[in-house]
């Protein structure tokens, strides 16, 4: 709904670049509302949320040695 009303006001008068943005604006909102009922939810902090920590990387890593043996077996 938020991208048609910004749509409808930005396409006349900036033409593509207006559908662009409008786009933009819509997928932010919705990013921020998925974070914010994730946060929410699971009772973390915006910043346990959005900031990669150096123990993030381990679990990465092993779950790209999981995805391998399955491709590979």
Do not use: C, E, H
């Amino acid at each position: 709904m938020a991208n048609i009303s910004w749509n409808l006001l930005l396409i006349p008068r900036w033409g593509i670049s207006g559908a662009a943005f409008a786009s933009s604006i819509a997928y932010i909102v919705a990013a921020l509302l998925v974070i914010g009922s994730f946060s929410k939810i699971s009772q973390k902090s915006w910043s346990d949320i959005l900031i990669i920590k150096k123990t993030d990387f381990q679990d990465y890593k092993n779950i790209i040695f999981k995805i391998r043996r399955r491709i590979l077996k």
